[in-house]
């Protein structure tokens, strides 16, 4: 990965009118001059970003700077007032979360919301990348194949003790992992992390930056939304620094702590 | 909601033993009723008419029941106007029933019921053509609500009506019906609906036998439904519903397409409850657009509660012992019947949040 700031967006974009640049081949996510307004409150403005194949990417910024709003844009939870958002050459402004999850973007909320009433066989089960039609769930036997994968998913987020248990019982952190673990059953091109770390104790934090930066194995493309510096240098990745909806930096983490404006804003309150 | 899944927590280990137990013993217990009522009235063991009567009837709420609880308790759809679709599927054999009435009406016309030649009409509307047969009633009755569940259905779970708003809107749903069918004009008997049966398929009603062979096509019914039931839930499509229920959000994000599903569950719980007004129908003798009162289904939904929502033992259990209950209590203290209903759905709600099913396994780890 690049330390340099050249792959960086201009900074002052006028909003796309008409057809959009074609993104670059290498992008996988692509941004573009894409706004966001609620009521007159503008909770994305402008915002460009690209994400290239196989990169993991921190996202920093104040509350309210517009991180779980671009990721609501990506997802298709929010529509945006205007702007492009696509994934490779598929315009996501389209379709709807269901559609966009099995093109391939998989996203963890900051609060995990995994299904309580299930064991953690079960939730994984759910994930794994299957027919999801009505019919096709009636009809689905668990194959020898998708109960390795399974396996291998809970070795990898370390809950395979737990497996037979409700998910209502994990703790904050494992409940966190499930999650992740169930990004990974969707087998997505891009996963997008909200605050991973959030309650977490140091242990687990080490363990999830880790666990995330085997998942950014040069196939697939992690976004984390994180408040938490230092596990954002734990990552060792890319940073970009959103402020009242667009960026504000990108780079380095030592380049991004050390840009003016990111410590006026940010860092330096 | 931590409450919905604590709820919905199915009995664990010796719980869902003696549940099983008890449920195979009781529906052994009613395949047993109508050979009792064989036996000389004298006789210890002798079960009245009247309790065939009543009990098959019951057979035909828990079918109800199981078709609220398989949309309800397990995809979260509270539908407040299943009595709607549990009307349409009594009316739709209710017409087969009025055509085979033929020339024996009071007023002796071969081919047009009672009310028609009442109202001068002077022949038989399009929607009445095919109901001489059986088979197609019977698919109606299955058809009709199934339609209907699916427009309502694909509106509501389309634009992501839920929760108390789609309640709602159920509720909406069979009170326009109930309306609709008052009127004499729309061809359904208005506000006296259909009596008056001689037959069906050939064996005169009101007869032993008829009662019995009625009394176990509801109970092969609700075996069936049962099956059914259990083969959704026990699936991974009845861990999406379940997931739907807890968190519909979330699951959007995993790729399923929640409206789909839930068509899918609610289509089919409303040809249940079509089919348990099918059953019913021809065992008490008449279908009127009191049936699509909004009271009734929530009554319907009372059972569920009472009996333990996300479980399917439960379903049965409620439908039976609410309307034990009632039949009881509308003999003793008619009065009393509709506060002492209002207060058993407070008390479950307050104090039995996972219904008399809960109260076998009060440890609530569930699964």
């Known amino acids: 990965m690049s330390e340099s700031s050249q792959a960086v967006l201009p900074m002052e974009r006028p909003p796309v009118l008409g057809r959009p640049r074609p993104p670059r081949s290498d992008a996988v996510l692509y941004l573009d001059g894409v706004s966001v307004v609620f009521d007159g409150f503008r909770a994305l403005n402008n915002l460009s970003l690209i994400v290239e ?65 299930l064991t953690v066989f079960e939730n994984l089960e759910l994930a794994l990348k299957a027919p999801r039609n009505p019919w096709a769930c009636l009809r689905w036997m668990l194959s020898g194949e998708a109960r390795d994968r399974i396996a291998a998913t809970l070795a990898e987020i370390g809950l395979t003790a737990r497996a037979g248990d409700r998910a209502a019982i994990l703790s904050h952190g494992q409940r966190q992992w499930l999650e992740i673990g169930m990004l990974l059953m969707q087998d997505p091109e891009v996963l997008l992390v909200d605050e991973p770390v959030a309650g977490m104790t140091d242990q687990e934090t080490e363990h999830t930056a880790a666990l995330l930066r085997r998942i950014a194995d040069g196939r697939r493309s992690v976004v984390v939304v994180e408040h938490d510096l230092e596990f954002v240098r734990a990552l060792g990745c890319k940073v970009t620094v959103l402020c009242e909806g667009a960026m504000l930096s990108e780079g380095s983490i030592d380049h991004v702590q050390n840009d003016p404006r990111v410590v006026e804003v940010y860092l330096g309150r | 909601m931590s409450a919905t899944t604590l709820a919905a927590a199915p009995p664990a280990g010796r719980a869902r033993v003696t549940l099983r137990l008890v449920l195979a013993g009781a529906i052994l217990l009613l395949a047993l009723l109508p050979a009792l009522n064989r036996l000389p009235a004298d006789a210890a063991l002798h079960v009245s008419d009247f309790t065939i009567a009543v009990t098959g009837k019951w057979i035909t709420y828990a079918i109800l029941a199981l078709s609220i609880d398989l949309a309800w308790g397990y995809a979260g759809i509270l539908s407040l106007g299943h009595g709607a679709f549990f009307a349409l599927g009594g009316y739709a054999i209710g017409m087969h029933l009025m055509r085979l009435i033929g020339p024996r009406g009071v007023y002796g016309h071969p081919v047009l019921p009672d009310f028609m030649v009442f109202l001068g009409w002077p022949e038989l509307p399009w929607y009445w053509w095919g109901f001489q047969h059986f088979p197609f009633a019977l698919l109606m009755a299955l058809f009709v609500p199934g339609l209907l569940a699916l427009v309502v259905g694909w509106l509501a779970f389309r634009s992501r009506i839920t929760g108390v708003y789609l309640s709602i809107l159920t509720q909406a749903m ?175 709600t307050l104090f039995l949040p996972r219904g008399l099913v809960g109260l076998l396994d009060r440890r609530g780890t569930g699964r």
């Not at chain 2, 007004?277 to 008449?286: D, H």
């Open chain 1, 53 to 117: 194949q196989g990169e993991l990417r921190a996202v920093i910024g104040p509350n309210g700077a517009g991180k779980t709003t671009m990721m609501d844009v990506i997802t298709g939870k929010t529509r945006p007032t205007e702007g492009v958002v696509q994934f490779r050459d598929i315009d996501l402004t389209r379709l709807d979360e269901a559609a966009i999850a099995n093109l391939g973007i998989g996203r963890k909320f900051q609060k995990p919301t995994v299904f309580d009433a």
């Open chain 2, 174 to 348: 069979t009170y326009a019906l109930m309306l609709a069918f008052f009127r004499n004009d729309m061809g359904f008997g208005g506000n006296n609906g259909f009596t008056d049966f001689k037959e069906l398929l050939g064996m005169p009603l009101n007869t032993g036998n008829a009662r019995a062979v009625l009394f176990y096509a509801s109970l092969a019914a609700l075996l069936g439904c049962l099956w059914l039931c259990a083969r959704i839930t026990a699936s991974k499509l009845g861990r999406v519903l379940v997931a739907i229920r807890d968190a519909e959000s979330r699951i959007r994000f995993l790729g399923y397409d929640v409206t789909q599903h839930k068509l899918f569950v609610f289509v089919l719980s409303a040809m249940m409850a079509g089919l348990a007004g099918a059953l019913y129908v021809p065992q008490v003798g008449i279908i009127n657009p009191g049936e699509f009162s909004p009271g009734n289904s929530i009554e319907a939904v009372v059972w569920v509660a009472v009996g333990g929502r996300g479980t399917l033992a439960g379903a049965l259990l409620g439908a039976f012992s609410v309307n034990a209950l009632k039949t009881w209590l509308t003999t003793v203290a008619p009065e009393f019947w509709l506060f002492v209903l209002g207060g058993i759905f407070v008390a479950v």
